[in-house]
């Protein structure tokens, strides 16, 4: 590598892009959007799911989440592909990429990593009975909470989403200029920067993303869990509300 390519390797294109992506955009406004997107997709596939027959809430919360996620994969994919020319000219000034020469991400296609075993989207079997029987135990003193136990549960929930959305949001600098530099400028950078390590704009996405993504899932599981052993009858969590609002 010739010492001027040193002076760019990952960390520092990555920078550069980040400070740019601050001075000339609102980089955690656009996924606050992304996120408030990826939140009605998770709503919608629950009802969806409610609709056909899978009522069980520590099932559903996830399965759902899981569809969200694929979805906020596509916005991301979607924000590469009309932002990247926006942004181009953030690149070292010896290594300015044209416009012409923007190579648009593909969602699927190859050239590094994919995302399978992501952990966000994977399927879940129907509950076994016997596996569960000791969390099933645990999970029935719920029960017999009292009657601050639901609101605070919904409390909970609602924090454990709202802490997953804001670090998703607070880190978007760095997420959208690694997006950048490994979906739209590297087929030009890599070329020319040899020995810089090459990733598919996925890989760097889940890499970035699904940790949150999968601990948000697991909180939601269990706190489906436990308010089906509050409520046996209850399908939701408005049908929750209302058995604790029972006399």
């Not at 942004?87 to 399978?116: C, E, M, N, R």
């Not at 017999?144 to 607070?170: C, H, K, N, R, T």
């Amino acid at each position: 590598m010739r010492r001027s390519d040193l002076a760019w390797s990952r960390p520092r294109l990555v920078q550069r892009l980040q400070q740019h992506l601050e001075r000339k955009g609102w980089p955690r406004v656009q996924m606050a959007l992304l996120v408030a997107l990826t939140g009605g997709a998770g709503l919608l596939a629950s009802f969806v799911l409610l609709q056909t027959g899978l009522h069980t809430m520590w099932l559903r919360y996830p399965l759902a989440l899981g569809v969200a996620y694929l979805v906020f994969l596509g916005l991301l994919w979607l924000w590469l592909r009309t932002s990247a020319s926006d942004y181009v000219d953030a690149a070292p000034g010896d290594l300015h990429v044209a416009p012409d020469h923007i190579s648009t991400p593909d969602l699927v296609s190859g050239g590094g990593g994919d995302f399978a075993g992501g952990g966000a989207s994977a399927s879940f079997d129907a509950p076994d009975t016997t596996g569960l029987g000791s969390v099933g135990e645990g999970l029935g003193s719920v029960a017999d909470a009292d009657e601050f136990a639901i609101p605070l549960a919904v409390l909970l929930l609602a924090a454990g989403l709202a802490l997953s959305s804001l670090y998703v949001v607070y880190t978007a600098p760095v997420l959208f200029a690694e997006l950048l530099l490994d979906g739209a400028l590297a087929a030009t950078l890599f070329r020319r920067l040899r020995g810089l390590a090459t990733r598919h704009w996925i890989e760097t996405a889940v890499n970035r993303t699904a940790l949150p993504f999968v601990l948000t899932a697991i909180f939601l599981g269990l706190c489906g869990a436990a308010m089906q052993a509050y409520a046996p009858d209850a399908h939701s969590l408005g049908e929750v509300l209302q058995h604790a609002a029972r006399p």
